[in-house]
């Protein structure tokens, strides 16, 4: 360990032991930006930045557990990244597919895809749907893994699946129009029934949300760090908590 390891590492654990427990976001969701970025630094493959981006997710996941997040989102692949060139995108869904299977094999993590898993490889969707499947009855930590997600696109769908219901029951355009609520498009969402996130962080010093859960972040608080993806430490972890619990959380009023 240097001594620049040392430092952080004594001053997270000041930022940790100062951290007010009764105001640890419930939900963190985080945008894992500036893998090529990072790769492209070093004069490396651009792989090699996602697979240091997905190592990074997988410590980021251990982070949270320990300070009692409940919820994490962790947006991985968005539907315009699947316009890459397949000499990126092929890597880099294995490297998806890989990290998904890890999380999953932890045993103690709830996992959940979110995205339109109809837009990925058929290989791909099946990984996601089969670490679903087998983590469905854990009560630990909830991850969603934000793949193939866009957030126009799943507001769209909600509304679709909505209308489909309705439909069903055989309930009019013009009855629906006149009871529709914005908890009724909620319920539709992929990560209906879930709290909406408290924090949402993003990494690489861009300060936008590229569409990342538009609906559920109305009310979420920002942390913005200039680091690159895989060179985001635990201490710009705590920081992020830190600025958290010192905001006052409005809600609009």
Request: proline fraction near 4%.
């Amino acid at each position: 360990m240097g001594l620049a390891d040392l430092v952080y590492g004594i001053y997270g654990r000041r930022i940790q032991r100062d951290l007010d427990p009764a105001r640890i976001p419930g939900h963190v969701a985080v945008m894992l930006d500036g893998n090529r970025r990072w790769a492209r630094a070093f004069g490396a493959p651009t792989a090699s930045g996602h697979q240091a981006g997905a190592e990074k997710a997988h410590e980021f996941l251990v982070w949270c557990n320990e300070v009692g997040v409940r919820v994490v989102t962790l947006f991985l692949l968005s539907t315009d990244n699947l316009n890459r060139p397949d000499d990126e995108l092929v890597p880099l869904l294995g490297i998806i597919e890989n990290l998904v299977g890890e999380i999953a094999d932890v045993g103690r993590w709830r996992v959940l895809p979110v995205g339109a898993l109809d837009l990925l490889p058929d290989h791909t969707a099946g990984v996601l749907k089969e670490a679903a499947d087998r983590t469905r009855e854990l009560d630990g930590m909830h991850v969603n893994v934000a793949v193939g997600y866009g957030g126009r696109r799943e507001i769209a769908d909600a509304v679709r699946s909505l209308l489909h219901e309705h439909a069903s029951r055989g309930t009019s355009i013009e009855k629906l129009a006149e009871v529709l609520t914005v908890e009724h498009i909620a319920e539709h969402l992929y990560t209906k029934g879930q709290p909406d996130p408290d924090l949402v962080i993003r990494a690489s010093g861009e300060r936008r949300l590229s569409g990342f859960l538009l609906w559920q972040s109305a009310h979420s608080e920002f942390y913005f760090c200039e680091a690159l993806w895989p060179d985001f430490r635990r201490v710009d972890f705590l920081r992020a908590l830190r600025a958290y619990g010192e905001r006052e959380r409005r809600y609009g009023r």
